[in-house]
């Protein structure tokens, strides 16, 4: 989904998830105990803060989410993938979908909040004029050869202090195609979501701490994505598509097959 500019995207197994617009949200099927990456795009020609909470937890310390959560600093026409909790500067837990028993949310006694994935835009306040000789602007970066990303860190407190006991879980990829799909549903309520997000195994995502100034303590903008299952989706009037018609199914795999027999 985007709005003003930024953009958020469900990834699973690094392809973008299927949209589905019900009732004025929008949301995406969780196929439980896969995991997820939160793909975010800045396509603004200014610097951002964005603060991601997922289950209505920050994704950066844990607590429940605010606007005066830490976040993520973006400048121009860049992106980032989040693919976890954040544990220190260098490491994070990565998202899977679980059903809400399961969540980390739950464990913390904060499970109303489960099945929803959300960000709070900031920009950032106006520094006077002043000359420059050596332009020093940061942009953030994915190593694909390391599997670490470098960006930057904002927030007042120290994510260093975290002492969290992530549960076990298991983990596996999945590829799906991207769209958005228009929803009418006549349901006078809407089901809470039956999915939430685990605290997976640790990943390295590294990142280094810088001030960010806010122009307004309230965000600019704020996206909410919804998710669950496909039978939580159901419920709801929202019928799963089922694999999308490709305009070049040749480039859906890559390889040649084996002929039989054959041993490697």
């Not at 306040?125 to 960006?151: H, K, L």
């Not at 640790?202 to 701490?209: D, G, L, N, R, Y």
């Not at 669950?228 to 009037?237: E, H, I, P, S, V």
Request: charged residues 20%; aromatic residues 8%; hydrophobic residues 35%.
């Amino acid at each position: 989904m985007r709005k003003s500019g930024v953009e958020l995207i469900v990834l699973l197994g690094g392809v973008p998830q299927y949209e589905y617009r019900h009732r004025d949200e929008t949301f995406v099927e969780a196929h439980l105990q896969q995991e997820y990456v939160l793909h975010i795009a800045n396509n603004c020609n200014r610097r951002v803060l964005v603060v991601p909470s997922v289950d209505g937890l920050s994704v950066m310390d844990g607590k429940e989410a605010s606007y005066q959560s830490s976040g993520y600093i973006l400048e121009a026409h860049t992106a980032i993938d989040v693919p976890g909790w954040r544990l220190n500067n260098q490491d994070v837990a990565k998202f899977i979908f679980v059903s809400e028993d399961e969540s980390y949310a739950q464990s913390k006694g904060k499970s109303p909040h489960h099945g929803v994935i959300g960000l709070a835009v900031f920009q950032e306040r106006p520094s006077p004029p002043q000359w420059v000789t050596e332009s020093s602007t940061y942009r953030a970066r994915y190593s694909t050869t390391s599997d670490t990303w470098q960006g930057k860190l904002y927030g007042a407190n120290s994510i260093e202090t975290l002492n969290i006991a992530p549960p076990t879980s298991q983990t596996s990829g999945i590829l799906r195609e991207r769209g958005v799909v228009e929803i009418s549903c006549a349901a006078a309520c809407e089901p809470a979501s039956s999915a939430g997000t685990a605290f997976g195994p640790k990943t390295a995502h590294q990142v280094i701490e810088e001030a960010f100034e806010k122009a307004s303590s309230t965000p600019a903008v704020v996206l909410e994505l919804r998710y669950d299952t496909k039978d939580g989706l159901a419920r709801r009037g929202i019928t799963v598509e089922p694999k999308r018609p490709s305009a070049f199914p040749g480039e859906l795999g890559h390889g040649c097959t084996p002929p039989s027999g054959w041993r490697g």
